[in-house]
């Protein structure tokens, strides 16, 4: 098992670039996640997926943020234009959920976002 | 809405000590999950130990245990016997039992003196 793979795990950029972040969630895990860490703000949930499905994006900061999950493999974060108060660890976490249990949320290794 | 506190921003203790890390939470809703996570310097997030709110015990894993107390809403994470390895940030979380999102705590930064 892989676990949850992002890329790119570190992005330098320029204020105004497009930036697309990646997430290969577990296989056969049913749900996606992308949180953002800041100093400031701690652990925040952007939005999540439910086979493929996006369930809650009232986390997403505003127009210039994106996600998409186009299959069960795959998932992108996308900012456009990106800003310097973007700069962040963006963390991608899959679960697969099961009638009992704790149903563990596991991330991937996070993908640390400069914006200059 | 869901609400994850953790007071103490850092904390140092000695090695081989036992440490309480502590958490507090509000949430209205009867059915629901809490976790602790632990962040070293390198960035990734390790799941350490879960309690449900209908778990009639405590949690344990290994060294890690959870006083659960209910009524109080808390959930502290006691980590007995300390190793330099436990230096880290600490996360405390929630989720509600019908959804799936994780809500977290702004963490206790844990250092461990020789």
Known sequence: ?116 | AQKITQTQPGMFVQEKEAVTLDCTYDTSDPSYGLFWYKQPSSGEMIFLIYQGSYDQQNATEGRYSLNFQKARKSANLVISASQLGDSAMYFCAMRKRRAQKLVFGQGTRLTINP
């Open chain 1, 1 to 116: 098992d892989a676990g949850v793979i992002q890329s790119p795990r570190h992005e330098v950029t320029e204020m105004g670039q497009e930036v697309t972040l990646r997430c290969k969630p577990i296989s056969g895990h049913d749900y996606l996640f992308w949180y953002r860490q800041t100093m400031m703000r701690g652990l925040e949930l952007l939005i999540y997926f439910n086979n493929n499905v996006p369930i809650d994006d009232s986390g997403m900061p505003e127009d210039r943020f994106s996600a998409k999950m186009p299959n069960a493999s795959f998932s992108t974060l996308k900012i456009q234009p990106s800003e310097p108060r973007d700069s962040a660890v963006y963390f991608c976490a899959s679960i697969r959920t099961v009638q009992s249990g704790a149903n563990v949320l596991t991330f991937g290794a996070g993908s640390r976002l400069t914006v200059l």
